[in-house]
Each structure stands twice: as C-alpha cells, then as structure tokens.
C-alpha cells in the first residue's frame, strides 16, 4: 500500500494538514536534542521528511539514517534528499548495533507496527540518549474531537484518494482511527518499553502529539 501511494504521499500529506505538517516534523527533530555533529536514526522514514530536518541539525559532519521496509518511499526520499543515507530494513528488528545512534525518531509510523512496544525497545536499543515519537492520537472528546473524526471517516479518503489515485489507501487510513493511542496509552507504551523520563506534548488541537523519553 505504501509503495503504490509513494509519489503523491507528500503533496496528500501538505494538502490534508493545511501545510502544518511540516511543523510538527521540525518540532519532533528539535525534541531529540540533536546537535551539529550529532547522529540519529529516523525509523519508518517513509519519504523522508523528519529524516530531512533531522540532517539539517546534525550538519554538517553528523550521522542520519532513514529506514524503511517500503522500497518505493525510499526512492522518493532518496531522490529528495540526496545527501542522506536511506536503508530497507524492519522496524521490529532494526539492522543496527546496541547504542550506535544519539537519538532515533519515528513519525506515523507508530499504529502501523504489528508489535508496536517491540518497535519503541528497538529505538531505544539503538541509541545512547533519546527517542521521539510523532503519532496522531485517538480524537479527544467534545466538539473538535467529533470534527476530527468526521474529517478522517470522511474528508481524508476522498481528498487524499483524489489526489493519490489510491482511495483503498486513505479508507485504510481512515478506518484505523479508532485503533489510534490516548496520549496516555502512548505514554505508558514507552514506559513499557524501558524510556524513561517519558513526557508527551498536544499539537494540532490535540489531534496529534510528541511522545519523548531518554535511555536508562
């Protein structure tokens, strides 16, 4: 599904947030802490985009590495981020040794894992400090809560099915909003995953956060 979505994944994400997408994308990076010369490992990269705003923090003699099991998207992000190295690999079993990172990151990619807490174990094995993630979470009770969940049920498989040409695609994403996390579902994931220090941030009305946590 991934890879038939790959070309137009960006342009449907831009359109679908109003453009405040990209925001969220350069607040996660800024909450690793990453520093010019630093290293991380964006997991589930998908095109690229964190991966990308994580690059400009460590530049210019840092470390960043994208991976992820879909080939199509990591030929996008190669194309856009040609000074970036991009790798397939799985999320449950990242191909990297214990410690080998400064901080690791994943952006929506977080519902998708079939074991999700052996996903967040892996980000913290590879790293010597920190690990953020960015994830929509479940839509908070009250009016902005039922706006939301009709913009997803409805408004978000035929916008992005229309701009994509894949509307299986956006039903899918669509009809996984009920399986999205409560920001403190997210919190005690990480904590059952060995983060420690975990704190979590509302964006977007509280339709999206930033979960982070630091290594024992």
Not at 73 to 79: G, I, P
């Amino acid at each position: 599904m991934f890879d038939r979505i790959a070309r137009r994944y960006d342009l449907v994400n831009t359109v679908l947030s109003g453009g405040t997408d990209a925001g969220w994308r350069r607040k996660a990076a800024r909450e690793t802490g990453l520093k010019a010369g630093g290293s991380a490992l964006d997991v589930a990269c998908g095109s690229g985009k964190l991966t990308g705003e994580l690059a400009r923090l460590a530049s210019p003699s840092g470390k960043v590495v994208g991976l992820d099991f879909s080939v199509e998207m990591l030929e996008v992000a190669r194309r856009e981020h040609p000074g970036v190295t991009f790798v397939e690999g799985d999320a449950l079993n990242l191909p990297f040794d214990d410690a080998s990172f400064d901080a690791s990151t994943i952006a929506f990619g977080l519902r998708n894992l079939a074991d999700p807490i052996r996903g967040l174990r892996e980000m913290l094995r590879v790293v010597r400090r920190r690990a953020v993630v960015l994830e929509f979470v479940r839509p908070p009770k009250g009016p902005i809560g039922s706006a939301y969940r009709l913009y997803l049920k409805a408004l978000l498989p035929a916008i992005g099915g229309a701009i994509s040409g894949q509307p299986s695609a956006y039903r899918y994403l669509s009809d996984t909003v009920d399986s999205y996390r409560t920001p403190g579902e997210l919190r005690a994931m990480a904590a059952a995953a060995g983060w420690i220090n975990v704190s979590y941030e509302d964006l977007a009305m509280g339709t999206v956060g930033i979960v982070s946590g630091d290594k024992g």
